[in-house]
């Protein structure tokens, strides 16, 4: 959600925290902060909008010498978007940033009334201020200790206070921070693309420990005050990896780093042409020793785990089932040490998604996930982790995450049915090599990368659309839909094609367009009799097919859009990248800010 930075060292901090704000925006970006010494004293800067509003702020305030502060980038949960409500936060000695939620904050808030305190926001941030600072005499970590145990919710801190210049202290509950020290000094951050200027080694600062930034070092604390030493991690991706490299939006970029990311994720895993999780500590006893299957995540982590579901059942045929991780723990879901949870995020922090595993783990079920961002809570309370490796995703709709995702499922999927006899060495083999000539055949459908544009167009003045599809393709119209949604703002709904009839077909007319994902043959002619019902009620129509079918017509679709043609079990690749296309192109012909799509930030770390 919010984006946090903090840094101290020899380096100009005004730079360095607005650089960084820069980097984070895509977590949040309704407004922006920040706060740093100013010889003893602390002076904040902040603003509601982007983070380049706050830049222009910062070059106006004439900053000299700043060498020590904090930085925010906020995603409103309490309190509207306003300058007052903007981080950082200060009270009495106290001045903070904060991402998560304090739970208890109308609580402590009445508490503090009683002596006369009264905040001047409408934040739960600004009463964890003051409490922390109601708990201040003079030790800064005594104060965040005492702090800990009145705060409730989810929380990463960041905190300066008066009198203790040069030094941030720092605390988390659940919400993310990752730290590293390096020769431009400290810095802390809500997500590692913030830390890659100065290092490709981090820790992930572990719960309810105290960490202090100085120039020179990253001290941890414990609540009991024993020391603590951070367990380092090492990232591969690079800086330029979270750069756009010349294109226009980070989306578009990322649309383009499929192949090389889905070839990334797959090789390390398959030897001899059969797919393994050796080196990623997966035994087979996951699979032998499971009788069902549980699948959850959010929004697009969740549309791959309907591909998963359909390859598993279909190749090992375990039963899944696949629920959304915000309904999942209160559907009260049945689970034994036989059962598998398999979690997906990208961010490896999505509140729900993380609730569904603690739960999963109290019913002595196994959990395993697939997560893109190394040392994730996700990834660490999980019992197995996959990684994708997806490199860093900064645009808020997911693209290469969601495809990376799926390709994890096809080796889960193969591998789980290699083991259980299901699928002979011959036919497992057969279908990793499908896997990658899919990839390949990416390649070809980004060079025809206009051609979306030229479609897209069609749908310049849609209100409202229809996805449709039947089997792997009804899974590819959630998703498609969701992207359409998510940056284009076209209403749209994804539905499998065959229940229209039965209600939802009344909403068809001329000025709806269908989308209509057509890749599986089994039920290809199905999908054309769909089609011309609602052709029949005036809609124009654009169908993606597996392979050009020369036999259709304007009596079908005004465009026919095919990916190369492939087994039908991997069209979900070509199609992805198709559907997140016309989302894009949408966007960019309605002038839309692609990346930061209203209202949404890409790591959703409150439930
Ligand atoms: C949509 C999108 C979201 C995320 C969802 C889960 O384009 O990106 O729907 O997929 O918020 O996030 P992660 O994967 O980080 O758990």
Not at 200 to 214: C, G, M, N, R, S
Not at 427 to 450: G, R
Request: net charge negative; hydrophobic share 40%; with cysteine.
């Amino acid at each position: 959600m919010c984006g946090i930075i903090g840094f101290t060292g020899t380096l100009d901090a005004t730079n360095v925290l607005t650089k960084g704000l820069s980097q984070l925006e895509y977590r949040g970006y309704d407004s922006a902060g920040i706060a740093f010494f100013e010889n003893e004293s602390i002076r904040t800067i902040k603003t509601t909008g982007k983070v380049q509003c706050l830049k222009e702020k910062v070059e106006a305030a004439n900053v000299t010498g700043a060498t020590c502060g904090i930085g925010h980038t906020r995603w409103a949960t309490h309190g509207g978007v306003s300058d007052i409500n903007s981080h950082p936060h200060t009270f009495g000695n106290v001045t903070l940033i904060h991402n998560g939620i304090i739970e208890n904050y109308k609580e402590l808030q009445e508490e503090l009334a009683l002596q006369g305190k009264t905040p001047v926001s409408q934040t739960d941030t600004e009463i964890a201020a003051m409490v922390i600072d109601d708990c201040f005499t003079g030790d800064p970590i005594e104060a965040i200790k005492k702090a800990d145990a009145r705060l409730e919710g989810q929380y990463g801190f960041c905190v300066m206070f008066k009198g203790h210049p040069g030094k941030i202290f720092c605390i988390r509950n659940g919400s993310p921070l990752v730290a590293t020290h390096a020769e431009a000094g400290s810095v802390i951050a809500s997500d590692m693309v913030a830390l890659l200027d100065y290092s490709k080694d981090y820790f992930v600062l572990p719960e309810h420990v105290i960490a202090t930034l100085t120039k020179d070092e990253i001290t941890l604390v414990d609540l009991e005050g024993n020391s603590v030493e951070p367990e380092m991690l090492h990232v591969d991706w690079d800086v330029d990896a979270a750069m756009k490299g010349g294109y226009e939006y980070f989306m578009l970029k990322e649309i383009h780093d499929q192949p090389d990311a889905l070839m990334n994720t797959i090789r390390p895993r398959v030897k001899n042409g059969l797919p393994t999780f050796e080196a990623d500590n997966v035994p087979d006893e996951v699979f032998t020793h499971c009788n069902r299957i549980l699948i959850t995540a959010c929004g697009t982590a969740m549309h791959a785990g309907l591909v998963g579901k359909n390859l598993i059942e279909r190749l090992a045929k375990v039963p899944v089932t696949v629920d959304v991780a915000s309904e999942f723990r209160y559907n009260e879901p049945i689970m034994d040490e036989n059962t598998l949870l398999i979690t997906i995020s990208q961010s490896g922090e999505t509140a729900d998604t993380l609730a569904a595993i603690r739960l999963a783990k109290e019913h002595g079920a196994k959990t395993l996930s697939i997560v893109n961002v190394k040392g994730s809570t996700i990834a660490r309370e999980s019992d197995y982790v996959l990684y994708t490796h997806a490199g860093p995703e900064i645009a808020v709709a997911s693209t290469k995450a969601y495809t990376v995702q799926l390709s994890v499922f096809y080796l889960i999927a193969a591998r789980f049915a290699f083991v259980t006899n299901k699928l002979n060495e011959e036919e497992t083999k057969t279908f990793i090599a499908n896997l990658e000539n899919a990839i390949e055949s990416l390649n070809e459908i980004l060079e025809k990368e206009m051609d979306f544009d030229e479609v897209s167009a069609s749908l310049d003045n849609a209100t409202s659309l229809f996805y449709i599809g039947r089997g792997l393709d009804e899974c590819l119209s959630r998703e498609g839909s969701l992207k359409l949604k998510e940056i284009s703002y076209i209403h749209s709904e994804a539905y499998a094609a065959g229940e229209l009839k039965h209600g939802t077909i009344s909403l068809i007319t001329d000025d709806v367009p269908v989308i209509a994902l057509a890749t599986q043959h089994n039920v290809y002619s199905k999908m054309i009799s769909n089609i011309r019902e609602v052709k029949a009620r005036g809609a124009k129509v654009i169908l993606i097919t597996n392979g050009e079918d020369e036999s259709i017509d304007e009596s079908i679709c005004s465009f026919q859009v095919s990916i190369p043609k492939v087994d039908d079990m991997f069209a979900p690749f070509g199609t992805a990248v198709i559907v997140q296309y016309l989302a894009y192109f949408c966007a960019v012909r309605r002038g839309l800010n692609v990346d930061q799509p209203r209202n949404l930030a890409k790591s959703v770390t409150v439930e």
